[in-house]
């Protein structure tokens, strides 16, 4: 190699245990291999169409539509805003976290004033409060209710249902706007029975994809709005999106190797099941939940009715610096965390846990937590999160007799 700078092998697989993007399965790494075929053909419209019915039932919607653009979750936002917003438009913004932060922000970037909800970090979004600003606005001037379903930065999931059951409650028309994006496919959202009017997420959390395509669900509500929206938009217009989609098209070009790994990731969750992919992803949350307790760490989410089962927050004790905790964890086991972020950063660090992951999965992650924590300095008994983790799903396996002697 001459004087090139040596590359450190790493045996084994990657522990990216971030909150995503998350790995990406075999099955849907071969499916996006295939070579490309033409996007305005017709074995690209029937790709789309068995697509976007996949995407429905992932929404649990029959009465929304889906609307899709290469991008992230970032973009999604923006495309949710310009789409059902005007400038000088009010609304309300439940802020919680760093993400709900950034989503107002992305509102409040087209002109729209943004009245913030703020509650602190490893709270979720109180329904309560709500339904009574709601109540105060007499004049209806709220034209949409911000909200983050599940919380990434903190490990809190908000309860949609009961923020819907608020605007009923206070008699608001107020359209119901919701980032889905670490929590779709992963936890149990349902787009039609909360009367939500868009939802949005991006393909590479519990959709199991590479980086790469924004996601929105759109109510009649919402594409209603959109007619009279004033937000400038080109790109991110989803008018033009449905009216092609209805032809098999899209009209800019899209992420075609993308969908092909889409379609194989909605067969692998139609194959398990969506009531069995939450209760799978709850399962392994709370076993890494005793995981935490059992090292004698806090968590930062603080109601047990809001846990997340995507991702875990962990306070690390005063006078550890989390971030540089996730740059040792790193460097020395190839362990990939999520940083703290917003108002937590360098206090807590993100244990992710969504996606294409079973037991094992989680208990090497686990293992890998262990390790660089006491190596770290911090002062855990080695071996007791894991062992916690391993009870609990011994305790738990739907397969395993755990009466043998």
């Given at each position: 190699m001459g004087s090139q700078k040596a590359t450190r092998f790493?045996?084994?697989?990657?522990?990216?245990?971030?909150?995503?993007?998350?790995?990406?399965?075999?099955?849907?790494?071969?499916?996006?291999?295939?070579?490309?075929?033409?996007?305005r053909g017709p074995k690209f419209a029937a790709l789309l169409?068995?697509?976007?019915?996949?995407?429905?039932?992932?929404?649990?919607?029959?009465?929304?539509?889906?609307?899709?653009?290469?991008?992230?979750?970032?973009?999604?936002?923006?495309?949710?805003?310009?789409?059902?917003?005007?400038?000088?438009?009010?609304?309300?913004?439940?802020?919680?976290?760093h993400f709900s932060t950034l989503f107002c922000r992305a509102a409040a970037a087209f002109g729209i004033q943004?009245?913030?909800?703020?509650?602190?970090?490893?709270?979720?979004?109180?329904?309560?409060?709500?339904?009574?600003?709601l109540r105060s606005d007499t004049n209806r001037h709220i034209k949409a209710v911000l909200v983050v379903h599940n919380e990434t930065s903190t490990g809190v999931a908000s309860n949609i249902a009961a923020i819907r059951r608020a605007l009923e409650r206070a008699g608001h028309p107020a359209l119901l706007l919701v980032d889905a994006v670490s929590s779709l496919a992963s936890i149990d959202f349902r787009f039609d029975e909360w009367r939500v009017d868009v939802a949005l997420t991006g393909a590479q959390k519990?959709?199991?994809l590479p980086p790469g395509i924004a996601i929105l669900a759109v109510s009649r509500r919402a594409i209603e709005a959109s007619r009279s929206a004033r937000c400038s938009r080109s790109f991110w217009d989803w008018t033009p999106v449905l009216e092609r989609n209805a032809h098999g098209e899209f009209p800019s070009t899209p992420?075609?190797?993308?969908?092909?790994?889409?379609?194989?990731?909605?067969?692998?969750?139609?194959?398990?099941?969506?009531?069995?992919?939450?209760?799978?992803?709850?399962?392994?949350?709370?076993?890494?939940?005793?995981?935490?307790?059992?090292?004698?760490?806090?968590?930062?989410?603080?109601?047990?009715?809001?846990?997340?089962?995507?991702?875990?927050?962990?306070?690390?004790?005063?006078?550890f610096d989390s971030d540089a905790f996730v740059t040792h964890a790193q460097r020395s086991l190839e362990i990939s965390l999520g940083i703290g972020l917003g108002k937590v950063k360098g206090k807590v660090f993100r244990i992710g846990h969504l996606g294409n992951l079973n037991e094992l999965d989680l208990l090497g992650a686990l293992a890998g937590v262990d390790m660089t924590l006491k190596s770290f300095g911090v002062p855990?008994?080695?071996?007791?999160?894991?062992?916690?983790a391993e009870n609990y799903l011994l305790q738990t396996a739907p397969n395993i007799d755990t009466s043998a002697p």
């Amino acid at each position: 190699m001459g004087s090139q700078k040596a590359t450190r092998f790493v045996s084994g697989r990657p522990f990216l245990q971030i909150p995503g993007p998350t790995l990406v399965p075999e099955r849907v790494v071969r499916a996006m291999s295939q070579p490309l075929i033409d996007h305005r053909g017709p074995k690209f419209a029937a790709l789309l169409k068995e697509v976007l019915e996949g995407l429905k039932w992932i929404f649990q919607t029959r009465e929304g539509q889906i609307v899709l653009y290469p991008g992230s979750g970032t973009g999604a936002w923006e495309a949710c805003v310009v789409n059902t917003l005007s400038p000088g438009d009010r609304v309300l913004g439940c802020v919680n976290g760093h993400f709900s932060t950034l989503f107002c922000r992305a509102a409040a970037a087209f002109g729209i004033q943004v009245e913030p909800l703020e509650v602190p970090y490893g709270v979720g979004i109180p329904a309560e409060q709500v339904e009574e600003r709601l109540r105060s606005d007499t004049n209806r001037h709220i034209k949409a209710v911000l909200v983050v379903h599940n919380e990434t930065s903190t490990g809190v999931a908000s309860n949609i249902a009961a923020i819907r059951r608020a605007l009923e409650r206070a008699g608001h028309p107020a359209l119901l706007l919701v980032d889905a994006v670490s929590s779709l496919a992963s936890i149990d959202f349902r787009f039609d029975e909360w009367r939500v009017d868009v939802a949005l997420t991006g393909a590479q959390k519990g959709l199991m994809l590479p980086p790469g395509i924004a996601i929105l669900a759109v109510s009649r509500r919402a594409i209603e709005a959109s007619r009279s929206a004033r937000c400038s938009r080109s790109f991110w217009d989803w008018t033009p999106v449905l009216e092609r989609n209805a032809h098999g098209e899209f009209p800019s070009t899209p992420a075609t190797a993308h969908f092909f790994g889409l379609k194989e990731s909605l067969t692998m969750l139609n194959e398990e099941g969506l009531p069995a992919v939450f209760r799978r992803h709850a399962r392994l949350a709370e076993a890494c939940r005793h995981a935490v307790r059992a090292m004698g760490l806090d968590l930062l989410a603080q109601n047990p009715d809001h846990y997340s089962n995507t991702l875990t927050a962990v306070c690390l004790p005063v006078g550890f610096d989390s971030d540089a905790f996730v740059t040792h964890a790193q460097r020395s086991l190839e362990i990939s965390l999520g940083i703290g972020l917003g108002k937590v950063k360098g206090k807590v660090f993100r244990i992710g846990h969504l996606g294409n992951l079973n037991e094992l999965d989680l208990l090497g992650a686990l293992a890998g937590v262990d390790m660089t924590l006491k190596s770290f300095g911090v002062p855990v008994p080695v071996g007791a999160g894991l062992t916690a983790a391993e009870n609990y799903l011994l305790q738990t396996a739907p397969n395993i007799d755990t009466s043998a002697p």
